[in-house]
DNA sequence: ACAGTTCTTTGGCGGTCGTTCCAGTTAGCC
DNA sequence: GGCTAACTGGAACGACCGCCAAAGAACTGT
């Protein structure tokens, strides 16, 4: 065998996560990267072979840590209007605790990655589906239930409360006002009446 | 007096504007902005002082093509609900038209830029303030008449419908189809009623 | 104890960054 | 037609970029 990993991994990614939240990929350096994490770029190239590659490992963190609960939550099978209700709620707790000092990783790579990076783009895509799905799945449940308007199709709800939640994630770069985003949460609610 | 300037302002600005839209602040060198606008490096520190000072110039005649015509619509005095529809789907064609390779510099400035500088920031809610408070007017005037639902108040149904506007842009370049785009702007519309 | 393997650190590679400076050119005023 | 001032493209600046080779350090298996 050999010598054994000295730095904890996910505790890496995470600090490369939260510099590149601060300050986006382009404006984020190795030299950053570096002294964020407390590695060597030595090993930061051993480890993720490129910048891209951190860049991959920290918006897989962000997906896991920030979109998969949101997605357990819908799976929770708790009823469909609390459940959409706690998922917004909990975004714009999050966006206006630390929308002005870290930006969403996703609408981030969205903006600043996708059109170069493919890999970025697949992930992206990746994580808008499921988190669509999850919610097709608890409307259409809502709707049979009676719980949830059904004059409108699943499906567009869906899509449009993901929109929704990408808005307010930009909003929160403008102004994180929690009573401003959050009154704009109660009215995209308001369209499962 | 002296000799006067040779180069088309607006056009290099637009130039500019298009450089930065496909690939971001950071993402965008001097040495691109001067193949996009055919000027020497030196003309452009000339006549911008900096490369935030060309992009605050690029920002700026964003907001001027693109938000201020919105807000001229808005306040054309039409119809409240079939103007706010015509803003909406303007919005979704420009998207899907063009989503895939020209961001919104105004999402991309705030994601990017809106942290670190000051000026950025100002101006991104500045142009917030105007469509909101013309989108308010427009919905207060449409629950007047009876046209717009008026059990919301038109404050929160403008931010509503901002944050929406943003959460299009974002979505538009993760998936610029227009028949997604616009059913989510059909929920987002109704909204109104 | 030693060989073998892998991780870590260091220093620096070639290139590009934003910016500045400069010589050369051109337009307006006497 | 000179004079001057502004504009022009391009060379060059120090700093920093992403990346990598080389060597030291720590671990396992013998």
Redo the contacts between chains.
Sequence with gaps: MARTREFDFDATVAAAMEAFR??????TSIRDLTKATGLGSGSIYAAFGSKEGLYLAALDLYRQRYAAPLIDMLRSGNDAREVIREVFVGAVDEIARDG??L?CLI??A???R???DLRV?ER??ST?RSLESALFDVLAEGQLRGQIAAD?SA???A??L??????????G???ADRA?LM??A???L??LD
Tied chains: 1, 2.
């Design positions: 601060r300050n986006g990929y382009e404006g002005k000092r930006a609408v981030g969205t903006v600043e996708a059109r170069d783009a992206l895509r808008t409108r499906t567009d709800l899509t449009f993901v929109t929704s939640l990408q808005g307010l994630r930009v909003m770069g403008i102004n401003t009154r704009s109660e009215v995209a308001s369209c």
